[in-house]
């Protein structure tokens, strides 16, 4: 099955500085990426995706840049607010018996420290 | 409406209790989702419905017993659970269960005694 490791587990930045996830995965037919914003006592909420025939995608203060060679993809949030502060986690789609399965990173506590 | 609602957003029940999670979406998906998240974790699939079927179970134990009664309504019937089933219970949706976009609802925080 699909096995999906991610980069650092804590980030610790300065309001407005760039923050930097990574994330690789095992499956080499997994298609499809997306990322999601979990802030303490709430579920997970999507903020971007990326799709393999894609290599990279932006919205507004975010991006997320795919290497389908290197099973690598990252999560770039540009400008960090405060707000920011929470855990990502990225995600691959991989195939079982019974349809697509999303598979997570094991997680980023993100904090913007003013 | 991009919203998945769960009830009840808390609940505490004994090992000996019966209790049911409910999941409902209005946005028309057809893949409905339960995933599992302990602390500091990250959720952990437990059922896959498509079209209203079952499609994967994560070999979870049968004390937790997934529902769809239709295509918008999704429960978890909980029985005889321990506590270590205590956890963040997710229902998450998607128009398919292909490479589609998978919308979380707020959880149910349960506490097992």
């Known amino acids: 099955g699909e096995n999906v490791e991610q980069h650092p587990s804590t980030l610790s930045v300065q309001e407005g500085d760039s923050a930097v996830i990574k994330c690789t995965y095992s499956d080499s037919a997994s298609n499809y990426f997306p990322w999601y914003k979990q802030e303490l006592g709430k579920g997970p909420q999507l903020i971007i995706d990326i799709r393999s025939n894609v290599g990279e995608k932006k919205d507004q203060r975010i991006a997320v840049t795919l290497n389908k060679t290197a099973k690598h993809f990252s999560l770039h949030i540009t400008e960090t607010q405060p707000e920011d502060s929470a855990v990502y986690f990225c995600?691959?789609?991989?195939?079982?018996?019974?349809?697509?399965?999303?598979?997570f990173g094991t997680g980023t506590q993100l904090k913007v420290e003013l | 409406d991009t919203e998945v609602t769960q009830t009840p957003k808390h609940l505490v029940m004994g090992m000996t209790n019966k209790k049911s999670l409910k999941c409902e979406q209005h946005m028309g998906h057809r893949a409905m989702y339960w995933y599992k998240q302990k602390a500091k974790k990250p959720p952990e699939l437990m059922f896959v419905y498509s079209y209203e079927k079952l499609s994967i179970n994560e070999s979870v134990p049968s004390r937790f017993s997934p529902e769809c009664p239709n295509s918008s309504l999704l429960n978890l019937h909980l029985h005889a659970l321990q506590p270590e089933d205590s956890a963040l219970y997710l229902c998450a949706s998607s128009l398919g269960v292909g490479n589609t976009e998978a919308f979380f609802g707020q959880g149910t925080r349960l506490t097992v005694v």
């Open positions: 995600a691959a789609i991989s195939t079982t018996g019974g349809g697509n399965k999303l598979t």
